[in-house]
């Protein structure tokens, strides 16, 4: 299963990013192989407006199924929704090695609702 | 210019008596026997009708046009999110739209290649008009927790009534929608106060207003004779003072009540008629 | 860290001159000029800046003369009405322009050119500031005269004032929010711990004042209300706090009309740094119980 991870570096050892839509790099990372590759998100976390949107629209790109983050802004919930793809939360910042592992063991809650109210408008 | 001319009145900070001035400049021409429209470009903050109390007789939505997909005919290409400048498109398996992210600029519409985005109005106010007295009243209601609200000014300026002088009760500040509210008027009156916040704000008007090339003058509200730092800017910049409305503790309560001024203070009529003679005479 | 955001609905109440005092009033705060169209706290806190940034937020079409053809798709197209035809000197053809002020960015124009005569650079919109003041570090911007205040600069400075209140290990952000309710205002309050909104017993105060609490409402944020000038009409004052209640927010005091406010403005200093006065009297009430009625509303969102 292909997952993405916010993050704050390129890196999985580094914590996750916690803003969704303005995460500085999204890592792409299969569950199965181990495998993870880091996607810039520069161009959307200085987007005038629908940054989350823009970074759901990426997500999908990569053929990602699930995301880990921690918050998710209502417009780019709908997005992630529209496209079928889970939202998994983690409550404070770790690892992103941390955040898969527990991903994969079912330990983090999955997103049914949005939980930012999103940087404005 | 048509044989009636349109004044915007505006001002870099709010609260500075912008209002004060439109509304009595208004029932000033009125009682000349002027035909006289009063237009609240203020969508965020209409105030002018608590003075003017007018009846209104039409209210309609405002609206700008924003996208519809029809999924049966898309094709998943891309092109329109990749069009849109605002993010209010997404591609995600279908294109998906955003519709309080839209500016309604139609490049979607126009680059799908197959015809699949039809546009249907998005309600972002209600426009009203109406008649106080013999003044011709018209103002724009912008929806609360709505960000757009040029769309909502143009459409309260397309209100405007030819056979009459045009009175633009414009927004605070020098951001787009003051741009949008004095843009193809025929004279600028830009109120201010005597405080350091005042002729900051004024200075900043002034930036704003002069590469518009609009002919503009200033109404010293609150005038303190003790401070003349906004006289002074305005004879360094060449700008005209048109009026200086003294400081008066009776003009704050007489407003706190929403009643016009003439009736306590009859002074004021004769510094209306001031004003629009300096006005006129620029026009 | 707390978010305190102090608004208006109308502009012109005393917002700013509140702020002021409220920022030499707090322990261990940052502050955030985000009224980016008229900001004027910088007159009274009068930062010394340390970085300075410049502010680029989309596009604007830009038509270049030599290369059009006169052919007018581009005006037919824009909705913003801010194409229009000039007579080009040399040869008397028209030509077209392109109103900055008017343009909302929206490209259309520029890839429907036959003539590809027309650029779409970014635009520069403003700077921000990140500054040091007697009573603490500042954040603060300038929009361009002109410019559209999307919200995002709104959105920039808050952010930028609550980074440097981790860098400097302090756990208040004190904004000055911009008046109305649209874009700005939204982005100034959402995600904001709790607001104040200071305003006066007029008409138009208490027309606005039930806007703002609609807003606050719509995003749920806990508000306040404080009545400044509250003796120019007290039976509004007391109109304006029974509404507030009964929109859900608290009334957390009422300052006097008088010329102390002004006084200190042209001072550069707070009302509270101006000596004592009854005004200050009533300042340090309002912000003892503002602070007090953020403290019991308590745990409402998570960082």
């Given amino acids: ?121 | 210019m048509s044989s009636f001319p349109s004044i915007a009145i505006a001002s870099g900070k709010g609260g500075t008596g912008k209002t004060t001035v439109a509304v009595h400049l208004a029932a000033w021409l009125a009682g000349r026997g002027e035909a006289v429209q009063y237009l609240d470009c203020d969508v965020e903050e209409p105030n002018g009708h608590l003075f003017l109390k007018p009846v209104i007789e039409t209210a309609e939505p405002a609206a700008i046009p924003v996208p519809v997909v029809d999924n049966d005919r898309c094709t998943a290409c891309g092109k329109c999110a990749a069009a849109c400048e605002f993010n209010a498109v997404a591609m995600l398996k279908k294109p998906m739209v955003f519709t309080e992210l839209c500016h309604g600029c139609g490049a979607c519409t126009l680059v799908c290649p197959v015809e699949a985005i039809r546009e249907e109005p998005r309600g972002i106010g209600t426009v009203e008009t109406g008649q106080a007295g013999p003044i011709r009243f018209a103002q724009g209601r912008l929806n609360v927790g709505e960000p757009m609200s040029p769309p909502l000014i143009r459409a309260v300026k397309n209100r405007r009534d030819p056979a009459a002088i045009a009175l633009f009760d414009s927004p605070p500040g020098t951001s787009c929608p003051v741009i949008a509210a004095v843009r193809a008027a025929d004279f600028i009156v830009l109120v201010t106060e005597p405080s350091p916040f005042g002729l900051h704000d004024l200075t900043l008007a002034v930036e704003t207003f002069r590469p518009m090339d609009l002919p503009f003058g200033v109404v010293v509200n609150r005038a303190d004779p003790a401070d003349l730092r906004v006289q002074d800017f305005c004879r360094q910049q060449e700008i005209p003072v048109l009026a200086e409305l003294p400081d008066d503790r009776r003009v704050a309560e007489t407003y706190a009540r929403g009643e016009l001024l003439f009736d306590r203070l009859p002074e004021w009529r004769d510094r209306m008629a001031e004003l629009w003679a300096r006005i006129e005479e620029r026009l | 860290m707390k978010e305190l955001v102090v608004i208006s609905g109308k502009g012109g109440t005393g917002k700013t001159s509140l702020t002021a005092s409220f920022a030499a009033l707090a322990r261990k705060a940052v502050f955030a000029d985000c009224d980016v169209d008229a900001a004027d706290l910088h007159l009274i806190l009068q930062p010394e800046v340390r970085r300075r940034e410049a502010f680029v937020s989309g596009r604007e079409a830009a038509i270049r003369e030599a290369d059009c053809a006169g052919c007018g798709r581009c005006a037919a197209l824009c909705r913003f009405e801010a194409v229009s035809a000039v007579a080009r000197d040399s040869d008397g053809a028209r030509v077209f322009q392109i109103d900055p002020a008017a343009c909302e960015g929206c490209g259309v124009c520029t890839w429907n050119c036959p003539a590809t005569a027309i650029d779409f650079p970014e635009r520069t919109c403003g700077e921000w500031f990140v500054s040091a003041t007697r009573h603490g570090p500042m954040v603060h911007a300038r929009l361009a005269p002109g410019a559209e205040n999307s919200g995002k600069l709104v959105s920039l400075v808050r952010e930028q004032a609550r980074e440097a209140a981790t860098e400097s290990n302090r756990d208040l952000v004190l904004v000055d929010g911009p008046p109305g309710t649209g874009c700005p205002v939204i982005a100034a309050v959402t995600g904001a711990d709790a607001i104040l909104v200071v305003t006066e017993p007029t008409v138009s105060g208490y027309h606005d004042l039930s806007r703002v609490l609609q807003l606050a409402a719509h995003f749920r944020i806990p508000a306040a209300v404080c009545v400044n000038k509250w003796d120019i009409h007290p039976e509004m004052a007391d109109r304006i706090e029974e509404h507030a209640r009964s929109a859900g927010a608290v009334p957390v005091g009422r300052v006097r009309y008088g010329p102390e406010a002004t006084d200190a403005q042209r001072r550069k200093l707070a009302v509270v740094e101006a000596g004592d006065s009854p005004l200050a009297t009533d300042i340090r009430a309002v912000w003892q119980n503002w602070l007090d009625s953020t403290a019991e509303s308590g745990e409402k969102k998570s960082p």
């Fill in chain 1, 1 to 121: 299963m292909k997952v993405v991870i916010t993050s704050s570096s390129q890196t999985l050892a580094d914590p996750i990013d916690m803003h969704f839509g303005r995460a500085k790099f999204f890592i792409l990372a299969d569950t199965e192989t181990g495998r993870a590759t880091a996607h810039d998100n520069a161009q959307n976390l200085h987007a005038a407006q629908g940054a989350g949107i823009q970074s759901a629209e990426t997500v999908a790109k990569l053929g990602a199924e699930a995301v880990i983050t921690g918050s998710v802004g209502p417009k780019a919930f709908r997005a992630l929704q529209a496209a079928g793809i889970q939202i998994a939360l983690v409550e404070a910042p770790c690892p992103g090695t941390e955040a898969l592992r527990r991903f994969k063991d079912g330990e983090l809650p999955v997103l049914d609702s949005p939980n930012s109210e999103g940087h404005w408008v």
